[in-house]
């Protein structure tokens, strides 16, 4: 079964605390994108990376930092200078090269405790 | 730098209505105009798309026209469903370049009522 696959759905961070959101793909999608969304506003990117071992920053980057170790695997993690992580956040993929398809995960809720 | 505005925010229709969401793009480069459709707590997924090359596309009950004089391109849902029902979102970008970056409009709420 292909596709995008992100976790947890929810996630819960404390003050001061760093979280690491999930994205793994299995359509061989060199690359791939992390992007917020607020209510009422559309997605911005955060970060995206077209190859392995290579990223770079999109628009709202500060406070999120990310690792492609894998083809398959780009997970972000949310750092304490994320000064209002409260967002949805969507992962999506694709083969490389611009006007390529993204295709997006189901998305991981964050919430602030 | 690329700016996507569209309208409007929010559309109720009757079911059997048609609907149409426009959205209008600053750089004259952009070339590919996807769209996506989200529905509650879901990631979007994409509709229909289309490229510059072409002013027009169809998929069934859905279609966009591309207007790249006036670099306006809008969606066009037929005989409207309860189904329907969702936020969609039009986005834009340069074919040919290195990356593959979207610049999304902030939405539309669409509502079909039965």
């Known amino acids: 079964d292909g596709g995008i696959t992100q976790s947890p759905k929810y996630l819960f961070r404390k003050e001061g605390q760093n979280v690491t959101l999930s994205c793994e793909q299995n359509?061989?999608?060199?690359?791939m994108y992390w992007y917020r969304q607020d209510p009422g506003q559309g997605l911005r990117l955060i970060y995206y990376?077209?190859?392995?071992?290579?990223?770079q920053k999109g628009d709202i980057a500060e406070g999120y930092s990310v690792s492609r170790e894998k083809k398959e695997s780009f997970p972000l993690t949310v750092t304490s200078a994320q000064k209002n992580p409260t967002a949805f956040y969507l992962c999506?993929?694709?083969?490389?090269?611009?006007?390529?398809?993204?295709?997006f995960g189901p998305g991981t809720r964050l919430l602030v405790l | 730098g690329e700016n996507v505005e569209q309208h409007p925010s929010t559309l109720s229709v009757q079911e059997g209505d048609s609907a149409v969401i426009k959205c209008t793009y600053s750089?004259?480069?952009?070339?590919?105009f996807p769209w996506y459709k989200q529905e509650l707590g879901k990631g979007p997924q994409l509709i229909i798309d289309?490229?510059?090359?072409?002013g027009e596309k169809k998929d069934q009950r859905i279609a966009v026209t591309l207007n790249k004089t006036a670099k306006h391109f809008s969606l066009h849902i037929t005989e409207t469903q309860p189904e329907d029902s969702a936020v969609y979102f039009c986005?834009?970008?340069?074919?040919?370049?290195?990356?593959?970056?979207?610049?999304f409009g902030t939405g539309t709420l669409l509502a079909v009522q039965p």
């Open positions: 750089d004259s480069a952009s070339n590919y």
């Open positions: 289309i490229r510059s090359n072409v």
């Open positions: 999506a993929s694709s083969f490389a090269g611009a006007g390529e398809t993204q295709y």
């Open positions: 990376s077209q190859i392995v071992n290579d990223f």
């Open positions: 986005a834009a970008s340069k074919v040919g370049g290195a990356t593959n970056k979207l610049i």
């Open positions: 359509l061989n999608h060199d690359a």
